[in-house]
């Protein structure tokens, strides 16, 4: 094993990524010179950040096929998805108060659609197979006369399965039902059509594409359908009435370079990405033996990669990868030390969701760093395997489902 790695490695691309150098220098002279509020409409200062705003704007959009006019900024994707959810649900009151999500959703989703069900909405929660996926056809049967809004997550978190949601987008599409979808995994990672797809409402954020934490967007279609939506935060009409407070110009003025880097160097960045996943997966896969791919191995993002490793307490495998930073579910749930709700909907029972690890590869990821993380994977499940009493069991040949375990 080389010991000029720098450590710790990063593979957790999917919770945050470190900012582009190129954005920051994009950014800094909007703290320092160009440091106007852009509503302030009565001199240069305002009139310059105002532009900055607008060109970030245009940036975005062009990323997901969206006009400009479509995309209202916000302070990230969390309040991107409560404005879209509840923002929808309470405009439309009064046409119905049925909404469908899946249960894989992102807690931003999942809580939202908790906090409308306490108000009087009925939400129903569609189950996923056992690569994680839904079908448009789940949604068409759960789609009933007072259903006013499908959201289903463009790729997941945890696992990176991709949805079929030009499908979903075209049958909801058809039954004039609106829909939105949790996008922050796939912008600017895979190609996205809103208007191709019949994407009403999208839900994206700037910290997982290079950019700056604290600011992400809600596109928000406006024509065939005009969506429209009550605002959940209220003072001054800041973007289209949609989301009042005063814009974090260099946030965004990052938003729109890191977005313009991202549609540049797309199809360049999957393939290397993948690439080096494919890598990783195959070493890991075929030099220890029973491990198990969570999620579909095609219909996923390029970057990302959920292994559980059995006969082996996840607690103690994320311990002794201290020099990896990696997760064990979703960062905004990680905390909890419950399996993955992810896993749980997928049909891993708790033993396999507990042991899985969530390594997510980036732009900055290099060949002998995953090679370094192989090396040391290998090393921690093989000392912590021979610690296990159901190892020696399996390794005799038992069948552990076969056991009756009596209870003291």
Avoid at 9 to 17: P, S
Avoid at 28 to 50: C, D, K, L, Q
Avoid at 90 to 110: F, Q
Avoid at 379 to 387: A, T
Wanted: charged residues 25%.
């Amino acid at each position: 094993m080389t010991t000029t790695i720098k450590t710790p490695i990063y593979l957790d691309y999917a919770a945050t990524c470190p900012v582009d150098p190129v954005v920051v220098d994009k950014m800094i002279p909007y703290f320092t010179e160009t440091y106007g509020n852009a509503a302030s409409r009565t001199h240069p200062y305002g009139w310059a950040a105002e532009e900055a705003v607008e060109n970030a704007r245009v940036e975005v959009a062009k990323l997901i096929g969206a006009e400009p006019k479509e995309i209202s900024f916000t302070s990230g994707a969390t309040e991107s998805d409560n404005l879209a959810i509840k923002g929808v649900a309470e405009y439309l009151r009064d046409k119905g108060k049925h909404i469908i999500t899946v249960a894989t959703e992102h807690k931003a989703v999942l809580d939202s659609c908790k906090y409308l069900e306490l108000r009087g909405h009925d939400v129903t929660l569609l189950s996923v197979d056992n690569d994680g996926l839904v079908s448009a056809q789940q949604v068409a049967d759960a789609i009933r006369e007072d259903t006013v809004l499908v959201s289903v997550m463009f790729a997941n978190n945890e696992t990176g399965a991709i949805q079929p949601i030009a499908d979903i987008g075209a049958l909801c599409h058809d039954r004039k039902v609106l829909f939105h979808t949790d996008a922050v995994q796939a912008f600017g990672k895979i190609p996205i059509d809103v208007q191709a797809m019949n994407i009403d409402l999208m839900s994206i954020s700037d910290h997982k594409v290079y950019g700056p934490k604290g600011v992400g967007a809600l596109f928000v279609r406006r024509r065939r359908p005009r969506v429209r939506l009550t605002p959940q935060i209220h003072g001054g009409g800041h973007e289209r009435g949609n989301r009042s407070g005063t814009l974090n110009v260099p946030a965004i003025v990052g938003f729109g370079e890191a977005s313009r880097i991202a549609r540049e160097g797309m199809t360049a960045e999957i393939a290397k990405t993948k690439e080096l996943r494919d890598y990783l997966r195959d070493r890991l896969m075929g030099e220890i033996s029973h491990v198990v791919l969570n999620g579909p191995r095609e219909h996923m993002l390029p970057g990302h990669l959920n292994l559980s490793f059995e006969y082996i307490e996840g607690e103690s495998l994320l311990m002794a990868l201290k020099d990896i930073a990696l997760s064990s579910g979703s960062a905004c749930t990680s905390a909890s030390l419950e399996p993955s709700y992810v896993l749980r909907a997928m049909g891993l029972n708790d033993e396999l969701a507990h042991s899985s690890l969530r390594m997510t590869i980036g732009r900055f990821t290099k060949r002998e760093e995953l090679d370094y993380v192989v090396e040391l994977l290998k090393k921690h499940v093989e000392r912590l395997r021979e610690m296990s009493p159901l190892w020696e069991m399996v390794q005799e040949g038992i069948d552990l489902n076969s056991i009756q375990w009596s209870a003291h």
